[in-house]
């Protein structure tokens, strides 16, 4: 029969042996944790180095070329010398502050429409019982679709020839409409179709976190009397504000970078009225071969798509502590 061991047995062993009993499973996995990292890095070694190429690199190179005079010739373009001129004549075209102002109306309506629907749609879609898997399904058809061929579609429906929207006014006595060749219609219109693309991604993310809630709670409302509206208001948005924040967030990043549906749609017009940052920064660049300014076009569009990121997040945890606290 074995006794325990005392206190003053273990202070009799031995040190090296209570030394090499104790460090070397601490060793062992010590070389164990520095294998594994030396093969996490060889495995992100390759992604590293195409993140790199693709995106680190020209990333960097365009903010060199928007702070280098870019000289143009036949055989291409060099940068010599660092100036500032690019962002001052940025600072002082029109065009550039219309685009800015533009693009971030444009974001922050967008934005707020496909949240408002798409948590809608969500909580009609957390309600069904029968037939969620399929309407999951058809909402996935707007998203999924290139947004060049969303475009493409919604260019056919406004079309003032031949568009549904034409024979559908026409049929009700109200003319024909050029819904693209003014201002005001042209930028409802590419408002419209973005809503339509991204208002189902907005609903899928904010359904996940709607499942993701506890049955007790609605119940304990529901006990308690309170309505479906006060339910929601009161127990489920705040317990949604991180879920509806991601979604917030890739939406901005999104509708910061609008390109495609004014580039197909309206090419920027009427005259520049549906010209944002991205599309200001195309032509700059590619049609009226300013590198420089071009450059600087896109660097401050990534600048300012950081910053208001930043503040985003920092207003969303700021919110997050005071209702912790």
Not at 239 to 254: D, G, H, K, N, Y
Not at 281 to 291: A, E, H, K, R, S
């Amino acid at each position: 029969m074995s006794t325990p061991t005392t206190t003053a047995q273990l202070a009799a062993i031995p040190g090296a042996a209570r030394g090499r009993s104790a460090a070397a499973p601490v060793g062992k996995h010590d070389a164990n944790r520095k294998r594994l990292a030396r093969l996490g890095w060889t495995f992100s070694t390759p992604a590293f180095l195409v993140v790199g190429a693709f995106t680190i690199f020209p990333i960097g190179f365009s903010i060199a070329m928007s702070i280098s005079h870019v000289n143009v010739s036949g055989s291409g373009f060099s940068l010599s010398g660092v100036t500032g001129s690019n962002y001052n004549t940025l600072v002082h075209a029109a065009q550039w502050r219309y685009a800015l102002g533009f693009t971030v109306v444009y974001t922050i309506i967008t934005v707020l429409v496909e949240i408002v629907l798409g948590t809608c749609i969500a909580l009609v879609l957390e309600r069904l019982t029968k037939g969620r898997g399929l309407m999951m399904a058809l909402l996935l058809v707007p998203w999924s679709m290139i947004t060049v061929i969303s475009a493409e579609l919604w260019g056919y429906i406004y079309d003032a020839s031949y568009g549904v929207l034409d024979q559908i006014f026409s049929g009700i006595g109200l003319g024909h409409p050029v819904i693209l060749g003014t201002s005001t219609s042209a930028i409802v219109a590419m408002m419209v179709a973005d809503a339509w693309k991204t208002t189902p991604f907005v609903a899928i993310i904010v359904l996940a976190g709607l499942v993701m809630l506890p049955d007790e709670l609605y119940e304990a409302a529901e006990v308690d009397g309170a309505s479906s509206w006060t339910a929601f208001w009161r127990i489920a948005f705040p317990l949604l504000r991180p879920t509806i924040a991601l979604a917030v967030l890739f939406r901005i990043l999104q509708a910061f970078g609008l390109f495609d549906l004014p580039f197909v749609l309206t090419q920027g017009g009427p005259g520049y009225s549906t010209t944002s940052l991205a599309v200001l920064g195309y032509n700059t660049m590619f049609q009226d071969l300013d590198f420089g300014p071009g450059a600087a076009v896109a660097t401050s569009t990534a600048v300012l798509v950081l910053i208001g990121c930043l503040l985003f997040l920092r207003v969303f945890k700021a919110q997050v502590g005071e209702e912790e606290s």
